[in-house]
């Protein structure tokens, strides 16, 4: 095989430094981990046909575990890793790695196995991990570009770039500066659209601040917990992110979010941004966005639609009506390593145009944006770095061309390439391997929703079949009880890990109930194993 630059000689002359073995030590710890993580994916595939009985396959010699985990409180798991965490003056080397990797594994969750219900998102996938090994080793930034000669990431300024275009496509974004940026998750997402809706509503924040007025925002009652955190740490405050009341399916009522409005413009506040949750995080609603837009339309709100759960069904031609007037938003946010199980962290903010992007969050920074040097080129936007203009006023847009500097447009500096994650999977299984995946998941939750419904032992909170895919539901709902409800909930959820099931719950009017999260592998015959165990551990517990 060809080398990358001059061949050394095996023996240096004298005063030279010997040659370099990178390559043969990377290929030696590669082999040695591939040895470990191999089986550790392999035993969820074995495990996978034994879900149907509810209870997954004992590890034998290993203390009470299936493949999905071998779970101990946090206090006894610290002492077990304490040989591990013990950092040595002198390096272990690849022994002592490789015993840490393997306890590592031993104790890990496994989400590969079927039993993983318990999240917003599960294992990645073969691609994901080669995914994962090429961004190692490139270690690049994706921050800037000076040029075609200097950028220390050229191919994946374009992947990124292009791979958020043709996301913003997807979403009906088809303008000439339809595009986007990836984000270091949903959340990351909601709260940089809310400083570009800001900066853009209002320019003279963006050097000056907010000022003595009171900025609100909108979101569901059921929207995720961001936008609180967001008001936050932006200075709004959380009181001030009113939540909308939700219809019986758990989605934004248009009609409340008017009356809202229009109460806090009489109480002389501002409102400015209301958020439109696709895919809730427990019921998995997704709110009216056309009705929504026609309100902020009115009154002159930016409209952010957080898709970071259910925004990728808009790869289904049969599940995307469920996105309808997404088109109509100012910003999407959609996280590919929930639905599309592509590795964590995997997310985008994506735009109708983006120069509003740019116009809110350019700042000048010549150690690290070197467009200046490069004054001829039509694709300067001299106002980057213009400091008699810091404010970046909208006027500003009929000047950019193209944003190269990707960093510009986001809070970090340090980038990952992330967006390579989503374009490599994209690239593997195609539009049509997505829309296979989140179909099978979409007649998971339906299945699972039916076993359940048809149980006596059951009481089913979800819609049948769900709007996404969570399950929501009781076992053995005691009327009138909620605190009862609750423990049977918390034991049985607790119980069932030692099975080989890991499953969530959520807060409930009648007390918490089970929420289960199946994605596009999830066997029909794992969910009939789960609602096996269920009611197996409940009817021991006598509850």
């Known amino acids: ?71 101990h409180p946090p206090q006894k798991l610290q002492s ?86 043709a996301l913003a496509l997807l979403f009906g974004f088809s303008g000439p500066y339809a595009g986007g940026i990836s ?16 900066n853009t509503l209002f320019p003279e924040t963006k050097s000056e601040g907010i000022g003595a007025r009171k900025y609100v925002l909108f979101t569901s009652a059921h929207g995720h917990y961001s936008l609180e955190k967001a008001a936050q740490m932006f200075g709004f405050g959380s009181s001030n992110v009113r939540s909308v009341p939700v219809d019986a399916k758990g989605a934004m009522r248009p009609d409340a979010l008017e009356e809202m409005v229009t109460e806090a413009k009489k109480n002389g506040e501002t409102p400015f941004y209301v958020n439109a949750t696709a895919g809730t995080t427990v019921l998995g609603s997704y709110d009216p966005i056309d009705k929504i837009s026609e309100v902020c339309k009115r009154h002159n709100l930016w409209l952010h639609v957080d898709g970071s759960w259910g925004g990728p069904v808009v790869f289904s031609s049969k599940n995307k009506y469920r ?43 010549g150690y690290l944006f070197h467009n200046n040097d490069d004054e001829d080129s039509e694709d300067f936007d001299k106002s980057a770095v213009d400091t008699a203009t810091p404010d970046a006023h909208p006027g500003q847009e009929k ?104 499953i969530d719950y959520a807060p409930g009017d009648e007390g918490k109930f089970f929420r289960v999260v199946v994605n596009g592998q999830t066997r029909r015959e794992t969910c009939e194993g789960l609602v096996k165990a269920i009611d197996e551990i409940g009817k021991e517990l006598n509850l």
């Not at 095989?1 to 710890?29: C, F, H, I, W, Y």
């Not at 994506?350 to 920074?365: G, K, W």
């Not at 994209?426 to 391997?433: D, E, F, K, L």
């Not at 423990?487 to 080989?500: F, M």
């Open 399 to 502: 000047e950019i061309k193209e944003v190269w500097d990707l960093a510009d447009l986001t809070p970090q500096c340090g980038r990952r390439g992330d967006s390579l994650k989503l374009a490599l999977s994209w690239i593997y299984y195609g539009s049509a391997g997505f829309e296979k995946l989140i179909d099978q998941a979409f007649d998971a939750s339906a299945y699972l929703a039916s076993l359940v419904q048809q149980n006596p032992s059951f009481n089913l909170v979800s819609e049948n079949p769900p709007p996404c895919l969570q399950v929501c539901f009781y076992w053995n709902k005691q009327e009138g009880d909620k605190n009862r409800n609750s423990k049977t909930t918390e034991e049985v959820s607790r119980r069932l890990i030692s099975r080989g099931f890991m």
């Open 1 to 71: 095989m060809a080398s990358n630059g001059t061949s050394l000689p095996s023996r240096p002359a004298a005063g030279q430094q010997p040659p370099l073995k990178r390559a043969e030590e990377v290929e030696d710890l590669l082999n040695s981990v591939q040895a470990l993580i191999i089986p550790f994916v392999r035993a969820a595939d074995e495990d996978a046909a034994h879900k149907a009985t509810g209870h997954g396959l004992q590890v034998a010699g290993k203390g009470p575990r299936t493949s999905l985990v071998e779970h």
């Open 80 to 165: 077990i890793l304490a040989s591990d965490l013990d950092f040595p003056r002198t390096g272990k080397g690849k022994d002592g790695l490789l015993e840490t990797v393997e306890r590592l594994l031993q104790y890990s969750v496994n989400t590969w196995d079927q039993g993983f219900m318990d999240k917003l998102y599960a294992s990645t996938n073969a691609v994901g991990v080669v995914t994962e090994l090429i961004l190692a080793v490139l270690n690049t930034n994706v921050c800037l570009r000076k040029d075609l000669d200097s950028s220390v990431s050229p191919a994946l300024t374009v992947i990124e770039k292009h791979t958020s275009r």
């Open 323 to 365: 996105l309808k007037g997404v088109e109509l938003a100012d910003s999407i946010g959609v996280t590919p390593h929930k639905m599309l199980q592509v590795p964590v962290t995997c997310s985008f903010l994506l735009a109708r145009d983006i120069r509003q992007f740019h116009n809110a969050m350019t700042l000048p920074a």
């Open 183 to 198: 984000q270091p998750g949903g959340s990351a997402a909601n709260q940089s659209s809310i400083v570009i809706a800001r």
